[in-house]
């Protein structure tokens, strides 16, 4: 939808909340209450979660993550990671592996298999980081989809690197969607030689495209959500907003609907962020990171919209999906430093569990001291 059709919603949206912005997180003190007086579908549902990590890797910042059933009757998580020698922002656009990890059950802990994306040289599209990755399996394949970037500069240090060095300046410019093939999850991965979704001038994503969120529908096309900024007219890049494309088959191609526009994104924002799109007999579902509290009331917590055909959403009633507090397995609950990269497993039709993307701190990237993988099962 267009902008100025979707203020509306966020006005509805906002009355039905008691508190505002980033200090109606910090007020939430019965989580257990807010869950059970909900009416959203996946935030009531949402059981208590094992403190056991997912997944994690020594040594290594672990991010978003994406898990399927294998053939082998194992589950198959692509996960990103990046090394701990750097800092965590802006490190992953420059230095992420996705990593295949595996486990006999659907919620972990997952072992650490094989890297399945490696850095392959700043020639390449995706040659510095391969990151963000989602999985899909079709007619016997494997299809991996992804955010990947390069730059040409030497590995910098861990005070080189920050958001206004040229590594992060280029990489960031060089952020586009990918697609690697494999028979099997443990590879070898086939990657495309260029991206799936490049950026188009005069756009919302004339400046990256990022953050896939890819299904497969039932005659083997595709309908993706993903992020893009646009260029502006400073010299630097817009907020973020969401936008919708469509391929007639995984490997493409794929083309941006809605003539173009976004289908979330509000003036002078960017709230909308990590999307996690899936569909059933109702039509269309997406929840996503609430980046400035305008959904939810809360920063950095999940809104979900409905759609029927992809393009025109709507926020749910109840729009709150998901909360930074966590309830955990021994009662304990806390808030995460972030709680970003949603990502549901559904077997036999269902949400199961929800994956998430965590770090410890008080909040922002650089008071982290670890991150890793975690999971929440759906009652």
Known sequence: ???????????????????????YAQKITNLVELKQKSSNELFH???????????????YWVWGSSVIKGDDGKYHMFVSRFPKSLPFH??????????????????????????????RGAQYWDGRSAHNPRILKYNHKYYLIYMGST?????????????????????????????AVADSPYGPWKRMDEPILKTQPNTFYS???????????????????????????????????????????????????????????????????????????????????????KFTGEWGGGAMAHSKDGIN?????DPKAYSRTVEWEDGKIEMQGQLERPF???????????FFATMDGPGGFENAKKSWNMVIPIR
């Open 1 to 23: 939808m267009k902008r100025n059709s979707i203020l509306p919603l966020l006005v509805g949206a906002i009355c039905l909340l008691t508190g505002s912005s980033y200090g």
């Open 45 to 59: 549902h949402l059981a208590k979660a094992p403190h056991t990590p997912a997944f994690e890797s020594e040594n």
């Open 90 to 119: 802006p490190s992953w656009m420059v230095a992420s592996e996705i990593v295949h990890a595996v486990s006999d059950i659907p919620q972990g802990p997952y072992r650490f298999s094989d890297v399945a994306l490696p850095a």
């Open 151 to 179: 730059h040409p500069f030497a590995e910098p240090t861990y005070d080189e690197l920050t958001l206004d060095s040229p590594w992060c300046i280029v990489a960031r410019a060089n952020k586009r969607i990918g697609l």
């Open 207 to 293: 400046f990256l495209t990022s953050n896939p969120s890819p299904i497969l529908q039932e005659d083997g096309s595709v309908m993706m959500i993903f992020k893009g900024r646009a260029h502006t007219e400073n010299g630097k890049h817009s907020d973020m907003a969401l936008g919708i494309a469509y391929a007639p088959s995984i490997e493409g191609p794929y083309t941006v609907l809605n003539n173009n526009q976004p289908i979330f994104q509000i003036d002078g924002q960017g709230e909308a962020e990590d999307p996690f799109l899936w569909k059933d007999q109702r039509g269309y579902h997406a929840i996503f990171k609430d980046h400035v509290s």
């Open 313 to 317: 959403w709507n926020i749910d009633k």
């Open 344 to 354: 549901i497993l559904f077997e036999n039709g269902k949400p199961t569990y929800i």
